[in-house]
């Protein structure tokens, strides 16, 4: 195995461990930054996603679930995963919306230590709550079989499928937002509000609904990393929390409400992670024998607080900060 | 007991008009006047506070009737103590200087952890224990507390979180061979308090039936030492700094304060006393879980101090108190078999209703309550009348609520279909 490949490798890992950061992120900081509502249920949204995309996946995969019993076993249209992947994101859109509504807008005006002790607090009635309804045992997320197994690639060789199609959903997804956010009338209007939504609403413009569906769109961004990451993760009512402390991270170091910034930071945080876990393949061609994966989880944290201690706005933040 | 300036007139001038002028004094208020004029002294609350400690343990554990309803038993009672003390010393973060900190699993940790391995290593006297293990946490919260200063308000938060987090992967996977990673530190060997009392056994006589053991009284006079500390901290000029800095940042730095430093100063000492706490948990459980570093930990102060309330000496104990008592009572034992293991989303949805509706916590409103309930009593035995007509006044404003809510709702109900019918027509504004 040559340098080479395993660089190739290891950067394809940190795309796919990224990406989940940058999904979850991009929610995190539109909602930050447009809205200045600190979501600490952010996390509540991945496992929401998670549990609901599990669900669809199994009862409309043909072979399996409700619709095999009704007959409908024999016709092989394996589309379990795909309905998930449209169904979660409008069910956590919804959510979503409704959490704008009854739970962030009475709190607009009240200090933000209030926004995330509430928000701390749904997210842990919302992890006891799946644990009431789906148990507290593990599950696994099947890969889609269209997407199962390995691709032959050049360079690096055999490598997982899903790991592809991961970077790929969310490379689509993340521009798709991005275009929504600088390129439309709707974008402008929330651009603007971040600004100054005063101003904006004495232009004329009901500032509400756009905020509503920014809302919605991290939600539902939250919802679709849950579905995308599912397969490659263990199935809790626990993995929302392992997942929400590197996506605030990757908001912090990227730079609030910069959905660049975002990107940048998921990337960053996710290549130094396989980049950890992988460097004791790297390492023993050196002449290095010293096991480093055990410092992957470690290496994000210890590389936030090197590029806060050098940029305290994150890296692609403006230099005014919120509150 | 709690040490927050309650301004004593604020009830009287509420219902000053119902009175008609009458200021007569009754027994009654002359006995609370000379109670609010004593209750501020900080020799009066550190003397409630040693009683309070005192009888906690009788009234928990041994008391007819009352710990029969309780259920309490005697670990039960001193580590509650423990879990108070982490949250007094939160609180002088979160309620007196307004900074919410998610990362002070790391700070109770590290002193459960130094505790741990000095026991394991060097000394087993709880004495020196303890006192090394605050000195390892003073010089790990300096460098927490100025990392995550350097942002503030909601970054602060998410920046003390982040550091948490990764100090408890350094100690599950890299640092495991001082830690013992996810098995737990073990090995922890605590010897007797002053190298002739076995923290273990019962007090003598009296006191032995009072306090229980030796280890609850160990724990009972960290907690009067740490409550007496905070509280000349808190009214020396020192301290409030720390107020003028929550009240507002801006103005205190503009009145010239170098409000950076006393943050961390804040941050340095709520640390001391998580770290002063932990070490006294491992003291009390003489084993230290990974799970002391995880942020859940972190989460569970942070809802003890709200829960209580913020800002008092007594919202944070009682907050601890409620929070050990449903996790290791009502979740187990018989008149709470039904609740039992969702003891944990009933907790979240008080802990989101409180957040909601009593920002203050519970210890503010029974606070607010007594008040009030005093001041009817006070009004009904100087005045029949007048309090007649004050309660009558309240109960239809009541109604009033009850009646206006309701048609509200219907109101909504009502709209839903014509709303949902703008919405398909696209004729939505």
């Known amino acids: ?323 | 007991m709690s040490d927050e300036g309650v301004n004593p007139t604020e009830a009287e001038a509420d219902g000053g008009e119902t009175v008609g002028g009458a200021t007569g004094t009754t027994p009654l208020s002359g006995v609370r006047a000379r109670w609010e004029r004593i209750r501020e002294r900080e020799s009066v609350v550190i003397a409630l506070t040693i009683v309070g400690v005192a009888l906690f343990p009788y009234f928990l554990v041994r008391a007819p009737v009352i710990s029969e309803l309780l259920q309490g038993y005697q670990e039960l009672a001193s580590l509650i103590l423990v879990w108070g003390i982490f949250a007094i010393g939160f609180d002088l973060l979160l309620g007196r200087t307004g900074l919410l900190s998610f990362g002070h699993a790391a700070l109770w940790g590290a002193g459960a952890y130094a505790a741990g391995w000095l026991s394991a290593n060097v000394v087993q006297s709880p004495l020196a224990i303890v006192a090394i293990a605050v000195l390892f946490v003073v010089a790990l919260s300096v460098v927490l507390g100025a990392l995550s200063l350097r942002r503030g308000g909601i970054y602060f938060a998410i920046l003390t979180l982040a550091f948490a987090q990764m100090i408890y992967y350094m100690a599950s996977a890299p640092l495991a061979f001082i830690t013992g990673g996810d098995n737990g530190l073990t090995g922890v060997e605590i010897g007797p308090l002053l190298g002739s009392f076995d923290l273990g056994s019962e007090l003598p006589s009296i006191a032995g039936t009072l306090l229980g053991t030796w280890r609850y009284a160990f724990i009972a006079a960290a907690l009067v030492v740490s409550a007496a500390i905070i509280l000349r901290i808190l009214n020396s000029p020192y301290g409030i700094v720390f107020r003028a800095i929550r009240e507002n940042e801006r103005r205190a730095e503009f009145v010239g304060f170098n409000v950076w430093r006393y943050k961390l100063a804040a941050f340095v000492l709520s640390g001391t006393f998580a770290g002063f706490a932990g070490a006294l948990f491992t003291i009390h459980g003489e084993y230290v879980p990974l799970s002391s570093l995880y942020w859940t930990t972190s989460g569970e102060v942070v809802i003890m101090t709200v829960l209580g309330g913020v800002g008092t000496l007594l919202g944070p104990l009682l907050g601890a108190g409620i929070y050990l008592w449903v996790e290791y009572i009502v979740s187990g034992g018989y008149p709470f078999d039904w609740i039992g293991p969702y003891w944990h989303l009933v907790l979240g949805l008080v802990f989101v209703v409180v957040v909601v509706l009593l920002p203050d916590g519970i210890w503010n409103g029974i606070k607010r309550l007594l008040r009030d309930v005093f001041w009817f009593v006070s009004l009904a035995t100087r005045d029949p009348e007048a309090a007649k007509d004050h309660a009558v006044q309240k109960a239809k404003a009541a109604i009033a609520w009850i009646v206006s809510l309701a048609t509200g709702i219907v109101e909504r109900v009502i709209a839903v279909p014509r709303r949902l019918a703008a919405l398909v027509s696209g004729g939505g504004r």
């Open chain 1, 1 to 323: 195995m040559s340098l080479l490949s395993e660089a190739v490798r290891i950067l394809l890992n940190g795309l796919q461990t990224g990406a989940i950061y940058v999904l979850l992120a991009i929610g995190l900081s539109i909602i930050l930054g447009t809205l200045k509502f600190v979501n600490f249920a952010h996390g509540a949204l991945y496992v929401v996603g998670l549990y609901v995309g599990l669900l669809v996946s199994q009862e409309t995969t043909f072979s399996q679930g409700q619709l095999a019993e009704f007959g409908f076993g024999t016709l092989g249209l394996d589309l379990g995963f795909l309905a998930a992947l449209i169904v979660v994101p409008l069910v956590v859109f919804v959510l979503g919306i409704a959490m704008e509504r009854f739970v962030a807008r009475p709190f607009y005006d009240r200090p933000d230590t209030d926004q995330i002790l509430l928000t701390f607090g749904l997210a842990i009635v919302a992890q006891q709550a799946l644990r009431v309804l789906f148990g507290g045992n593990s599950q696994s997320f099947a890969q889609p079989e269209w997407a199962s197994g390995a691709v032959e690639l050049p360079l690096v060789g055999g490598f997982p499928q899903w790991r592809l199609w991961v970077i790929a959903i969310t490379g689509l997804l993340v521009v798709l937002v991005y275009a929504l956010i600088e390129f439309t009338d709707f974008g402008l209007t929330v651009r603007a509000g971040t600004q100054d939504a005063e101003m904006v609403q004495l232009l004329g413009i009901r500032i509400t609904r756009p905020y509503i569906v920014v809302f919605g769109i991290g939600a539902a961004l939250a919802g679709v990393a849950g579905v995308v990451g599912g397969p490659l993760t263990v199935v809790n009512p626990t993995v929302g929390t392992d997942v929400l402390v590197p996506a605030f991270l990757t908001v912090v170091i990227g730079g609030l409400g910069s959905i660049r910034g975002a990107v940048l930071g998921g990337l960053i945080l996710g290549i130094t992670q396989s980049f950890l876990i992988q460097w004791s393949l790297v390492i023993p061609a050196l002449g290095i024998d010293y096991a480093f994966a055990p410092w992957s989880q470690v290496g994000i944290y210890a590389i936030a607080a090197v590029i806060l201690l050098v940029r305290p706005q994150g890296l692609l933040g403006s230099e005014v900060e919120i509150s």
